[in-house]
């Protein structure tokens, strides 16, 4: 009878250290698994930062090279203003004087900006009608085109900038990704020095679902 159950005792054994190789033998093939896949999504996740980061540079460099471009459009604008208001100053005197020659010389200096406010500025009756307006530059006729280059300029930079801004969010989100598959490639490294089995299985699983939510990271996010 006590050889029976020591034969007994003894294929327990036998059976509890087959099960604990192949539970060994499956964790470490898992923990390979984990470690090539966290180390393959980590360099693709550094790749998507630094593509997103040279968008990023991208953008804010038009986008400064744009605002220049504004600045001297917007430079021009004042200086043709400066201009048109000079010549219609004297226009102004001569119109109120009644100085037909003069009128016709400043006429022909009239820069096309100037000239249609002007000849819209005259049908209001100015002299005559309190509501017209103060001078041709308030007409809805004068238009400037470096003040409306400047303007559409702006709203280029400002669309680049915030295409810019958008781009680093996506590098940003992509360099905090890589904290999670560091963490699963940390957990899969270690894994096999840890003998317990309890401790070891814990560790394996840890890195599994650190790698899982890293993954589901990267395929939410957009791809350069």
Do not use: C
């Amino acid at each position: 009878m006590d050889q029976l159950r020591s034969v007994g005792s003894a294929k327990m054994r036998l059976l509890r250290w087959i099960n604990s190789q192949v539970w060994n033998y499956w964790l470490e093939i898992i923990a390979v698994l984990l470690l090539t896949t966290a180390s393959l999504a980590t360099a693709w996740n550094g790749y998507q930062a630094a593509r997103w980061g040279g968008v990023q540079s991208t953008a804010y460099s038009q986008a400064s090279a744009k605002r220049v471009q504004a600045s001297d459009a917007s430079s021009s604008g004042f200086i043709e203003l400066f201009m048109d208001v000079e010549v219609f100053n004297d226009y102004a005197d001569a119109f109120t004087s009644n100085d037909t020659q003069l009128m016709a010389f400043l006429e022909r200096q009239f820069s096309d900006r100037l000239r249609p406010a002007v000849t819209a500025w005259l049908a209001t009756s100015p002299l005559s009608n309190p509501d017209a307006p103060a001078s041709p530059l308030d007409m809805e006729e004068y238009s400037s085109p470096s003040f409306d280059r400047a303007e559409r300029l702006n709203e280029e930079a400002d669309a680049l900038f915030a295409s810019g801004l958008e781009a680093s969010d996506k590098s940003d989100q992509y360099i905090l990704n890589t904290v999670y598959l560091a963490t699963a490639l940390f957990f899969a490294g270690i894994a096999g020095k840890i003998a317990g089995r309890p401790a070891r299985t814990m560790i394996v699983v840890i890195g599994t679902l650190m790698l899982v939510y890293g993954l589901f990271h990267i395929f939410s996010l957009p791809v350069q």
